[in-house]
């Protein structure tokens, strides 16, 4: 059988969705005691999608005027992605007393992580009238379902006992974090219909075909679109590079093993690979195949598809 988890990664179907027990008392505590501000920005995605990522590139494009890109005192050259922009379940694992200090003091945008589906979130946060925006990311699932094996081998106890085939089980079963994965971002592809000016729905394999584009997307829907000065300039380009996997892969604080406050996995844990299509390498044609037939068979009908040749 797979590894036992720590006890704190034990996960609960919760509305539909697998969560680790803890992000859901802290999706509680966030749902009595949150007080969004109609600039807010939620970054939402399944874990593996690209959220690291996404977190760099949102932080450094929304506070590009206090923390050049270029400069070599940026926060993403210090911290963790995960530092700069938390998660609320993490946020909301401390004492709520402390907590409200800490988001009140957070500089305007205030940028937020969350693995929780809009419908989880509350009405304040997701509602029609409410002003805080969400950008979404997916992947290829069947390059999440990789990614979360390696990522899981690099902070469980015995790494060489978790194995791949139990782990794709178990996706496919819905059953990995913040799952199923396909329901997760079908939610979030409808709802970037129905309010786009809310919601922008972005593909990692997308973004590294022409991550420009998508990051110029990104900032227009965020509200400081690149000027042409800073085109011209070539903040937009400094800005990829910043966030490139190889640039933040290589930075000690990426690479030096330390936990990121209070959860269990490692800074080094998010950096691997970065391609589409790495899960040729570990599935068999009938996995593959078996993982798009739940995918398109939960997909049917409702127009969304991951955007890739199955
Ligand atoms: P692989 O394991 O396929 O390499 P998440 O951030 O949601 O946990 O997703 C992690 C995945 O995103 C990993 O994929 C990781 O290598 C990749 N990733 C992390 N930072 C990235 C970056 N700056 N650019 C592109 N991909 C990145």
């Known amino acids: 059988r797979l590894v036992p988890p720590p006890a704190d990664m034990q996960r609960r179907q919760y509305r539909g969705y697998w969560f680790p027990e ?123 379902v990789v990614s979360w094996w390696w990522f899981m081998r690099t902070y ?46 972005l593909r990692y394999e997308e973004m590294l075909r022409d991550p420009q584009c998508n990051l110029r997307r990104l900032a227009e829907f965020l509200g400081c679109a690149f000027s042409e000065a800073e085109e011209k300039a070539g903040v937009l380009d400094a800005i990829l590079e910043l966030c490139s996997l190889g640039e933040l892969k290589k930075l000690e604080v990426n690479q030096s093993g330390n936990k990121i406050k209070d959860e269990p996995m490692m800074n080094h844990s998010f950096f691997r690979k970065g391609v589409s299509g790495d899960w040729i390498n570990h599935m068999t044609p009938e996995m593959a195949a078996r993982l798009d037939a739940i995918v398109e068979q939960a997909l049917q009908g409702t127009g969304f598809d991951f955007g890739i040749s199955m």
Do not use: M
């Open 22 to 144: 803890w992000h859901l008392s802290a999706l509680a505590a966030a749902r009595d005691h949150f007080e969004p501000k109609p600039t807010d920005i939620f970054l939402v995605s399944c874990p593996k999608s690209g959220t690291t990522w996404l977190k760099s590139l949102a932080f450094a494009t929304v506070h590009r005027d206090v923390h050049p890109p270029s400069g070599r005192e940026h926060p993403l050259l210090h911290k963790n992605p995960h530092d700069c922009v938390k998660f609320i379940h993490t946020i909301y694992r401390q004492p709520v007393d402390v907590v409200r200090d800490i988001v009140e003091a957070y500089p305007s945008p205030r940028i937020f992580g969350s693995h929780f589906p809009l419908s989880l979130l509350p009405e304040r946060i997701n509602g029609d009238g409410c002003g805080c925006r969400i950008v979404y990311i997916c992947r290829d699932p069947k390059d999440v």
């Open 156 to 201: 469980l106890p015995n790494p060489e006992q978790v194995r791949f085939e139990e782990v794709f089980d178990l996706f496919c079963e819905g059953r990995t974090g913040a799952g199923p994965y396909w329901r997760h971002a079908l939610e979030h592809w409808e709802e970037s219909r129905r309010r786009p000016d809310k919601v922008l729905f």
